[in-house]
């Protein structure tokens, strides 16, 4: 194998994870066309067609698959060697993939991620919001951030904020006409405010006291995915939401949102990052960690 076909198996990698030619380019900072011409280069000098392209995407062929799952590794432990050496030099480097809830990304890494760039001009970060639990190794991230509970006891997990609690709350104008709900049952009564998870489930509230688990499965007119028009619809009184504490910390503050079954909602471990357990960490991996770690009580 020449230089020239090292580069070529390089853009056809990025071709094949974008699905489309001018995201590649992007990525490697080339023309479309010279992306299309190096994999096209690369088909001709292999003998086999290793896209399939329509005018709408771009996928691999059953060969072009096969030669991604020997080269994705292959291509890792090259970005590796590069960013170790560049981390003899203390700049730690290369791209980050991340998978995160919005709610997460929006309120423990969006207001810090101007400094970690500012201290770490060397790495690019890629952050993916999905709701729903990721494979990280099958789909190539380096690290994720969710639930404490939620994470496989297989990862390795660090905090990256401090415990939460769940909050069921209603706008004032919903209370004037609505009583307070006293138990989770008595929200069978009421127009709750339900969540949709990428995984198209409805997610069921849960609550907890003394020991005591329940589950409740509500109902209300209003269904949506993301937890912020959750609270504006709640503060707009739409009906009762269940969202985190640290979500709506300034609108129970201000008064736009009153709590209620507080004594069913107990606190519990917060987010983490959690990566697979490696013989060796990347340093971009650290420097990430390190920088968005909880250090708090």
Known sequence: ?????????????????HRSFR??????????????HAVSSLEESLGV???????????????????????????EEID?????????????????????PRFASDLLMAPRLGDFLNTYPDITLEIANEDGFSDIVKEGYDAGIRLAESIEGDMIAVKVSPDIRTVIAGSPAYFE????????????????????FTDGSIYRWEFEKDGREL?????GPLIVIEDRLAVLAAVNGAGLAYLFDIRVQQELAEG?????????????????IYYPSRRQMR?????????FKYTGP
């Open 283 to 291: 340093p971009a991996l650290r420097a990430f960690i390190d920088f």
């Open 215 to 219: 589950v409740v499965a509500v109902d």
């Open 256 to 272: 736009k949102l009153i709590r209620v079954l507080e004594d069913w909602c107990p606190p519990y471990p917060g987010f983490c």
């Open 80 to 100: 590796i060697a590069l960013e170790d050496t560049l981390a003899t030099r203390g700049r730690p480097a290369g791209t980050l993939r991340i998978t995160a």
């Open 49 to 75: 067609r290793l896209l399939a392209r329509t005018t709408r995407s771009v996928l691999p062929t059953e060969e072009g698959q096969a030669l991604l799952q020997r080269l994705g590794p292959a291509l």
């Open 23 to 36: 995201a590649a380019g992007k990525e490697l900072s080339i023309a479309p066309s010279a992306v299309s």
């Open 177 to 196: 006409k609505n009583p307070k709900p006293l138990h989770p049952r008595d929200l069978v009564h009421h127009r709750c405010i339900k969540r949709r």
């Open 1 to 17: 194998m020449n230089r020239t076909q090292l580069s070529q198996l390089a853009v056809f990698a990025a071709v094949a994870a």
